[in-house]
């Protein structure tokens, strides 16, 4: 018959979360697995233990060896896993605590049951008991208090009011104007302008203070180009705006992507 651990206090708090900080993470998913499985099945076996947690056989069977080193699991091949008294206290306590992070999780933050789930498994193993404790009594006076009652409800609508006014904010304007790359992948950049041509500044990607030197200069999203001439070798290339002259590196020309224009 499964056994459950009721809550000590004193020595024998401190000695308890003493023994849980001492394991791994690993470790403290692997009691709790057996734990549920016998409170399920009333018996763990290791293939039942490597589903539950998506590990192969042999793995499980390594971990089960240390475990049992620990005097946590009775454990030899070709039996069942059982628990020890002491490693049937810790995967209370470990299974307590995952079922007030997840009760949280539902019951406050209206999070759905499996995604609750799977974030209580990683917060568990962090969450410093006091904060747990204090989560604990949040939920309890959430759901006793009359103040309190329909906070949930009220707290689900206020989310779901603000997704809708993000999926808004992230819509584009239908009566705005797309900018010149829209749909452009490939767009060619300053440095594949020709001598005599002209080009409209899609975007600047340089580090922000380059970038607003370039801008003092006329060359700034949206303004108009023209290539004076390039060097013999390519470097450095010459350009006019519509009040400056200035050269530029090939290759910081190459990151001014732009739209040529006739």
């Not at 470790?27 to 016998?38: F, R, S």
């Not at 039996?79 to 470990?94: F, N, P, Q, S």
């Not at 060097?231 to 190459?254: N, V």
């Amino acid at each position: 018959m499964l056994r459950i651990p009721t809550a000590d206090a004193g020595k024998g708090q401190a000695d308890m979360a003493k023994a849980t900080k001492n394991l791994t993470a690993s470790q403290e998913d692997y009691l709790e697995a057996i734990w549920a499985l016998i409170w399920k099945d009333g018996i763990a076996r290791v293939r039942d233990i490597a589903d539950r947690l998506a590990v192969s056989m042999p793995s499980v069977s390594g971990a089960l060896k240390t475990l049992a080193r620990q005097q946590l699991v009775e454990y030899s091949p070709h039996r069942y896993v059982t628990l020890t008294d002491r490693g049937m206290e810790l995967a209370g306590k470990i299974s307590a605590r995952h079922g007030t992070l997840r009760k949280f999780l539902t019951d406050v933050l209206g999070v759905e049951a499996d995604l609750a789930d799977s974030n209580a498994c990683r917060i568990e193993h962090a969450v410093d008991q006091v904060v747990l404790r204090r989560l604990g009594h949040l939920v309890e006076f959430m759901s006793d208090s009359p103040m309190t009652k329909r906070w949930p409800e009220r707290f689900g609508t206020f989310c779901a009011r603000r997704n809708a006014a993000a999926r808004v904010a992230t819509q584009p304007d239908p009566g705005a104007e797309p900018p010149p790359d829209a749909g452009r992948q490939d767009l060619p950049t300053l440095a594949d302008v020709k001598p005599g041509q002209k080009a409209r500044i899609v975007r600047v990607d340089r580090p922000p203070g380059r970038a607003r030197k370039l801008a003092a200069a006329g060359v700034s999203p949206g303004s108009v180009v023209r290539v004076a001439r390039v060097a013999p070798l390519g470097d450095p290339i010459e350009l006019r705006t519509r009040q400056h002259r200035l050269s530029l590196r090939r290759t910081e020309a190459r990151d001014i992507p732009v739209e040529r224009l006739p």
